[in-house]
């Protein structure tokens, strides 16, 4: 662990954010859950593209913080956790976390563009319109191809 990582771990032990830890723990879980469903999964069967997430009400205040609050325990979860995840590893995470804890209709997006003759993917989290663990502006330099969702899953 390098020397800044330890240092915010310290600062945040120390003004007690107890909720913080907390996140970021059950992130980190959620990751290494979501890390292995990307490895066992056959390749094709993990998100299903039908599941679509069809237009939803404005999000309400409860909805964003709740969204928000799990995007940053996934951020610092990746950042000081034990492994770096790629993007549809953390968007599954997020996703997960968000269906668990009652937060519903969030899809995982999954864009592409063309950089040096090859398609770069990205995947990230979109819960009514709002964008979840990344940033619009990263976002909008990719064609998303469709809303996709864990395959697998239930609706409700």
Not at 25 to 38: M, T
Not at 80 to 87: D, L, M, R, S, T
């Amino acid at each position: 662990m390098s020397v800044s990582r330890l240092r915010a771990a310290v600062r945040v032990v120390r003004d007690r954010r107890w909720r913080e830890i907390g996140d970021v723990f059950r992130a980190q879980i959620a990751l290494v859950r979501a890390q292995l469903l990307v490895w066992t999964r056959p390749t094709g069967q993990l998100v299903d593209a039908s599941k679509r997430s069809g237009t939803n009400p404005p999000v309400g205040k409860v909805d964003a913080s709740i969204g928000e609050r799990f995007s940053t325990a996934v951020q610092r979860a990746t950042r000081y956790g034990v492994f770096n995840p790629q993007c549809l590893v953390r968007a599954v995470a997020l996703n997960r976390m968000l269906e668990e804890n009652g937060v519903v209709g969030s899809a995982i997006r999954i864009g592409v563009r063309w950089v040096d003759g090859e398609f770069v993917a990205h995947a990230w989290v979109e819960h009514r319109g709002i964008i979840l663990g990344d940033t619009p502006a990263n976002t909008a330099s990719f064609v998303p191809l469709t809303d996709v969702q864990l395959s697998g899953r239930s609706e409700r």
